[in-house]
């Protein structure tokens, strides 16, 4: 991907998310971030990394639940899905 400009991330800071764990692969990971499924979060930041290849750009997100909580959790862009309000 040299010289190629990186996707957009998918979310942006400040967007409010719904916390969907992934269903296939399990890593402890999605352990950790499965009790906090179907609860809205807020994205406070994200950042990106490329694959081992330097084919493939993966986001990854720092979120915080909306809940009175408050717990803030990292995230794939593929275990988020929009609030649509």
Known sequence: MTGEAV?????????RVIIQPVAQERTP???AIEPYAGKIATVEDYYYIYS???SQVFYIYTVR???EDKN??????????PVFE
């Open 29 to 31: 990971g999605d352990a």
């Open 72 to 81: 803030e959790l990292v995230a794939h862009e593929d275990e988020l899905k």
């Open 52 to 54: 081992p290849d330097r």
């Open 7 to 15: 996707r957009a991330p998918k979310y942006y800071t400040g967007q």
């Open 65 to 67: 639940l909306t809940s």
